[in-house]
């Protein structure tokens, strides 16, 4: 078998079964990939999967903790900053966030300020989307137009909230991104 679509793209939807059925033929005979081999490396994919997005959120919340900072504080001790703002949301010693203050430099400079956290937030507006074409097919059309016409031709015409919420016809939701990362059923 031989296929285009890396491991880590589990989030963009290439190992779906029915874009998969499309292209991941076996060389030879043209075979269709298998759906047990599919589901192996599925599930190879969502290793760790608990690990890596609390340590991921753990950044995101030092982020906006130091970018909610009242004022600029002379002396503030950044170890005892970022173990007090862990230790306020329960982190366990196990797990630190992805970026020590020390060396998270680019939350400070080049636009980042305060945006680590908008990665996992658009990693769920995109599952969600995704949803949309999973709940009428892939390669439903009238998804891809209202898709190209709600979030596509008219990005930045109105409230962007306002423009998902016409294309999925309700506010974003946490769980697809949790199920596809493994972390609910």
Not at 69 to 98: C, H, K, W, Y
């Amino acid at each position: 078998m031989r296929s285009n679509c890396p491991r880590r793209s589990w989030r963009t939807g290439c190992w779906e079964p029915e874009l998969l059925a499309t292209y991941a033929k076996h060389y030879q005979n043209g075979a269709v990939i298998p759906k047990e081999l599919v589901e192996k490396l599925r599930n190879s994919s969502l290793f760790n999967q608990g690990f890596k997005t609390v340590e991921y959120l753990a950044a995101s919340i030092l982020d906006m903790a130091w970018h909610t900072l009242g004022s600029p504080q002379a002396g503030l001790d950044v170890n005892r900053f970022e173990t007090q703002t862990m230790a306020a949301v329960g982190l366990i010693p196990e797990i630190l966030p992805r970026y020590r203050s020390t060396y998270f430099s680019h939350i400070f400079n080049g636009g980042y300020s305060a945006g680590y956290y908008v990665y996992i937030w658009a990693s769920s507006l995109m599952r969600m989307a995704f949803e949309a074409f999973k709940e009428k097919g892939l390669f439903d059309r009238s998804t891809a137009a209202s898709f190209r016409k709600n979030i596509l031709e008219k990005y930045g015409t109105l409230d962007l909230m306002t423009q998902y919420k016409i294309f999925r016809g309700a506010e974003p939701k946490i769980e697809p991104l949790l199920k596809r990362r493994g972390l609910m059923p």
